[in-house]
C-alpha cells in the first residue's frame, strides 16, 4: 500500500490535528510534562481517536447517507467542527477536571489513589495563585521580601525557574516589612535562589 501526499495530509489532519489541539488546550492550563517525541505522537493518536469516536454517529450520518455529496459545504463545516473545535472543548473539560481533582476525587472514594496530575511542587504551589507575603533567600545570603499574587509570575520551564514579584517590600529596624518606594516589582533569577518562604496574610494590610 502506498501513500499520496494528498492521503499523507489527510491522514495527518485527520488523526494528529484534532489530538495536538486537544494537547495544546490542555497546556495552557496545565503545567506541561517532559515526554519522548514518540510518545507525544502515540499521545496525539489517542486523543483524536477518542474524539473520533464521540463523533462516529455523524461521520457515519456524513459518510455513509449520502449527505457529504447532496450538502458540500455543511459537510465542510461540519468536518471542521470535528476536527478542530470538538478537540478544544474536550481540551477545556479534560484540563478543568484535572484542575478541580474531580477524577482524584472520584478514585479516592473508590479507595484507590491517583499520581498527582502537576509533577512538580514549584507548578503545584504557584499554580494555585493565592496571595503571599514571599521571602526569597539567595544563595549569596542576601534575602528578598515581596508580595506575591496576581501580578507576580512564577516560570513553570524545568530548567530556568525565574520568579518575578510584583511590589517588593524590605524589613525596617522594627522587624516589620515597609515597601519599597517607586518599587516596579524585583525580577529574581532561578540560579540565585536557595529557599523561597511564603508566610499567609493574616489581614488585608496591602491593597495592590
Known sequence: ?????????????????????????????????????????????????????????????????????????????????????????????????????????????????????????WDWHFSRAKPYWILVRLKDGSEVYGFFHENSFAASDPARRDIYIEAQFELTHGGEWAPVEDSGGVLVMADQIATIEFRKLTEENYDG
Open 1 to 121: 500500500m502506498t501513500l499520496s501526499s494528498f492521503d499523507a495530509v489527510f491522514y495527518t489532519v485527520g488523526f494528529l490535528v484534532p489530538g495536538f489541539v486537544w494537547s495544546a488546550v490542555m497546556s495552557m492550563m496545565l503545567p506541561p510534562r517532559q515526554t519522548a517525541t514518540q510518545t507525544r505522537i502515540l499521545e496525539f493518536l489517542t486523543l483524536s481517536c477518542i474524539n473520533h469516536g464521540l463523533w462516529s454517529w455523524a461521520l457515519f450520518l456524513i459518510f455513509q447517507t449520502g449527505f457529504i455529496e447532496r450538502h458540500v459545504v455543511w459537510s465542510g463545516w461540519f468536518l471542521f467542527g470535528i476536527i478542530f473545535v470538538s478537540p478544544v472543548g474536550l481540551g477545556i473539560a479534560a484540563a478543568a477536571l484535572q484542575q478541580k481533582e474531580l477524577v482524584s476525587r472520584f478514585l479516592s472514594w473508590l479507595g484507590l489513589r491517583a499520581i498527582h496530575h502537576i509533577p512538580q511542587a
